[in-house]
């Protein structure tokens, strides 16, 4: 299984960046998807995961209302809208996947059983 994350870079505070995860080796419409960050000294945090069908989702506190996850089951890919972004929002972003055939949406970082290598956002004031 490989997830690979892209559309880190820099980006000014307010302004927007959409993160793509593309899927390899697994069936994301039958996984249930996430996005976590993690900033140097900082534990890796929770930022969005979307259900099997992509009418659920649900989102961390510190990007509820900024950020949207969705899903592309066609392309096996799974994207991360973040807009209005702050300085506090600089971090490594990994998405992730849980198994197959397990639908609950997890805020738990160790219900994920696959992992992306992370791509870096970077927002400056």
């Known amino acids: 299984v490989q997830l690979q994350a892209s559309g880190g870079g820099l980006v000014q505070a307010g302004g927007s960046r959409r993160l793509s995860c593309a899927a390899s080796?697994?069936?994301?419409?039958?996984?249930?998807m996430g996005w976590f960050r993690q900033s140097p000294g900082k534990e890796r945090e929770f930022v969005a995961a979307?259900?099997?069908?992509?009418?659920?989702?649900i989102y961390g506190e510190a990007v509820k209302g900024r950020f949207t996850i969705a899903r592309d089951n066609d392309r096996n890919t799974v994207i991360l809208e973040m807009n209005s972004l702050q300085v506090e929002d600089t971090a490594v972003y990994f998405c992730a996947a849980r198994s197959n055939g397990i639908t609950v949406l997890r805020r738990d970082r160790y219900a994920y059983a696959y992992w992306g290598q992370g791509t870096q956002v970077t927002v400056s004031s």
């Open positions: 080796g697994i069936t994301i419409s039958r996984s249930v």
């Open positions: 979307i259900a099997l069908s992509g009418s659920n989702t």
